[in-house]
Nanobody
Protein backbone atom coordinates (compact mmCIF):
# COMPACT_ATOMS: atom_id res chain seq x y z
CA UNK A 1 0.00 0.00 0.00
CA UNK A 2 1.30 3.43 -0.95
CA UNK A 3 -0.01 6.47 0.88
CA UNK A 4 -0.03 10.01 -0.44
CA UNK A 5 -0.76 12.85 1.94
CA UNK A 6 -1.86 16.23 0.65
CA UNK A 7 -3.69 19.37 1.67
CA UNK A 8 -1.06 21.09 3.75
CA UNK A 9 -0.33 24.76 3.46
CA UNK A 10 -0.06 28.09 5.22
CA UNK A 11 -2.98 29.25 7.33
CA UNK A 12 -3.52 31.90 9.97
CA UNK A 13 -4.15 30.99 13.57
CA UNK A 14 -7.80 30.15 14.07
CA UNK A 15 -8.15 28.91 10.53
CA UNK A 16 -8.87 25.47 9.13
CA UNK A 17 -7.28 22.94 6.83
CA UNK A 18 -8.26 19.48 5.66
CA UNK A 19 -5.56 16.94 4.99
CA UNK A 20 -6.16 13.96 2.74
CA UNK A 21 -4.35 10.64 2.60
CA UNK A 22 -5.03 8.69 -0.58
CA UNK A 23 -4.03 5.05 -0.80
CA UNK A 24 -3.00 3.11 -3.88
CA UNK A 25 -1.81 -0.40 -4.52
CA UNK A 26 -4.33 -1.79 -2.08
CA UNK A 27 -7.47 -1.00 -0.16
CA UNK A 28 -7.41 0.71 3.21
CA UNK A 29 -10.72 -0.81 4.26
CA UNK A 30 -8.86 -3.44 6.30
CA UNK A 31 -6.41 -0.98 7.86
CA UNK A 32 -6.54 1.22 10.85
CA UNK A 33 -5.34 4.64 9.80
CA UNK A 34 -3.49 7.31 11.69
CA UNK A 35 -2.04 10.78 11.44
CA UNK A 36 1.22 11.82 13.07
CA UNK A 37 3.19 15.03 12.95
CA UNK A 38 6.78 16.04 13.34
CA UNK A 39 8.60 19.27 13.93
CA UNK A 40 12.18 19.42 12.71
CA UNK A 41 14.52 18.23 15.43
CA UNK A 42 11.75 16.65 17.48
CA UNK A 43 10.23 13.20 17.66
CA UNK A 44 7.24 12.31 15.57
CA UNK A 45 4.06 12.50 17.63
CA UNK A 46 0.63 10.96 17.40
CA UNK A 47 -2.28 13.13 16.29
CA UNK A 48 -5.30 10.97 15.53
CA UNK A 49 -6.31 7.46 14.50
CA UNK A 50 -9.38 5.65 13.24
CA UNK A 51 -10.17 1.94 13.39
CA UNK A 52 -10.48 -0.13 10.24
CA UNK A 53 -14.18 -0.61 10.92
CA UNK A 54 -16.71 0.70 13.32
CA UNK A 55 -15.42 4.24 13.22
CA UNK A 56 -13.69 4.21 16.59
CA UNK A 57 -11.33 7.15 16.87
CA UNK A 58 -8.52 8.26 19.11
CA UNK A 59 -7.01 11.73 19.48
CA UNK A 60 -4.04 13.29 21.13
CA UNK A 61 -5.12 15.57 23.98
CA UNK A 62 -3.55 18.53 22.20
CA UNK A 63 -5.95 18.27 19.25
CA UNK A 64 -9.07 16.82 20.87
CA UNK A 65 -12.10 18.92 20.05
CA UNK A 66 -10.32 20.71 17.19
CA UNK A 67 -9.31 17.92 14.80
CA UNK A 68 -11.51 15.22 13.28
CA UNK A 69 -10.27 12.10 11.54
CA UNK A 70 -12.56 10.35 9.08
CA UNK A 71 -12.33 7.80 6.32
CA UNK A 72 -14.05 7.09 3.03
CA UNK A 73 -13.24 3.50 2.17
CA UNK A 74 -14.98 3.83 -1.20
CA UNK A 75 -12.49 6.55 -2.12
CA UNK A 76 -9.62 4.78 -0.37
CA UNK A 77 -8.92 8.00 1.47
CA UNK A 78 -8.56 9.20 5.03
CA UNK A 79 -9.03 12.81 6.08
CA UNK A 80 -7.92 15.02 8.92
CA UNK A 81 -10.12 18.07 9.39
CA UNK A 82 -8.20 20.63 11.41
CA UNK A 83 -10.07 23.57 12.94
CA UNK A 84 -9.03 26.35 15.29
CA UNK A 85 -5.45 25.88 14.25
CA UNK A 86 -2.70 27.16 16.51
CA UNK A 87 0.92 28.05 15.73
CA UNK A 88 1.97 25.00 17.75
CA UNK A 89 0.17 22.81 15.20
CA UNK A 90 2.87 23.74 12.70
CA UNK A 91 4.59 20.52 11.60
CA UNK A 92 4.95 18.03 8.80
CA UNK A 93 1.94 15.73 8.94
CA UNK A 94 2.20 12.05 8.01
CA UNK A 95 -0.49 9.46 7.44
CA UNK A 96 0.02 5.79 8.23
CA UNK A 97 -1.76 2.44 7.89
CA UNK A 98 -1.93 -0.24 10.56
CA UNK A 99 -2.84 -3.78 9.51
CA UNK A 100 -2.83 -5.45 12.92
CA UNK A 101 -4.51 -3.42 15.62
CA UNK A 102 -8.28 -3.92 15.95
CA UNK A 103 -8.59 -0.56 17.69
CA UNK A 104 -7.13 2.83 16.79
CA UNK A 105 -3.63 3.12 18.14
CA UNK A 106 -1.23 5.93 18.97
CA UNK A 107 1.78 3.58 18.93
CA UNK A 108 3.96 4.59 16.02
CA UNK A 109 5.70 1.27 15.53
CA UNK A 110 2.38 -0.54 15.14
CA UNK A 111 1.90 1.16 11.79
CA UNK A 112 3.03 -0.77 8.75
CA UNK A 113 2.93 1.79 5.97
CA UNK A 114 3.70 5.49 5.91
CA UNK A 115 3.10 8.24 3.43
CA UNK A 116 5.34 11.18 2.74
CA UNK A 117 4.59 14.24 4.80
CA UNK A 118 2.67 17.37 4.01
CA UNK A 119 3.70 20.65 5.61
CA UNK A 120 1.23 22.59 7.72
CA UNK A 121 2.28 26.06 8.81
CA UNK A 122 0.10 28.13 11.12
CA UNK A 123 1.03 31.79 11.42
CA UNK A 124 0.23 33.82 14.51
Amino acid sequence: VQLQASGGGLVQAGGSLTLSCAASGGTISSYGMGWFRQVSGKEREFVAAIAWRGGSTLYADSVKGRFTISRDNAKNTVYLQMNSLKPEDTAVYFCAADYRSPMPTSIMWEYDYWGQGTQVTVSS
